[in-house]
């Protein structure tokens, strides 16, 4: 077996690095477009429930995504990664309360992740806690006003709240950052539930 120099162990490990971080974003990205069009395939929601889960049978999904947490383990991790694949997880399952406590870990770990922004206040939204989740994307907007899906979050909660012209703005920047996209389409359809023109 040959002898590697240094040099050729750095590239070494810059190549597992780069393939490491390419896998994990094409990973992440599948889950967000799930998650993303599981949120906006249906543009009346059922009201929020949370359904008692075994703390075991959560501890053993999650060993697909990450490290083997304990239920106790779960929401001490600083991994603010693990963290946000944790609260998609509660949120699919309707544990919002726990998805809550679990984005708000991933915020505090890695503040400038808008989708974590975005999770935790569409998850307060389910809550009813809309005063909160309206401060939260607001909070995630100015972290990066480009990031298209936040808006739609917004438009969607400013929508059930009650406040129309907000939601029609947010949804309107929606589709501004891209109209031919999932969310941008998702974003014309809300307009026009709400009964104004997406253009």
Do not use: C
């Amino acid at each position: 077996m040959p002898k590697l120099t240094i040099s050729q162990w750095i590239y070494v490990v810059v190549f597992l690095v780069m393939y490491g971080l390419a896998v994990h974003g094409l990973t992440r990205a599948h889950y967000e477009r799930q998650a993303m069009l599981a949120r906006v395939g249906s543009l009346t929601p059922s009201a929020p429930s949370a359904p008692a889960q075994a703390p075991d049978r959560l501890g053993a999904s999650m060993q697909r995504f990450g490290p083997n947490l304990g239920p106790r383990e779960e929401l001490s991790t600083e991994d603010p990664i693990l963290l946000a694949r944790l609260g998609d997880q509660l949120f699919e399952q309707r544990q919002y309360a726990r998805a809550v406590a679990a984005y708000e870990r991933a915020v505090r770990f890695n503040p400038s992740d808008v989708d974590s922004y975005n999770d935790l206040g569409l998850a307060l939204q389910y809550l009813g806690r809309s005063a909160e989740a309206l401060a939260v994307l607001k909070k995630g907007i100015a972290q990066d006003g480009t990031y298209q899906r936040i808006h739609l979050t917004l438009g969607f909660v400013q929508l059930q709240s009650g406040d129309t012209p907000a939601a029609v703005a947010a949804l309107q920047r929606a589709i501004e950052l891209d109209p031919e996209s999932d969310v941008g389409q998702a974003a014309s359809r809300m307009l026009a539930e709400a009964g104004v023109s997406g253009r």
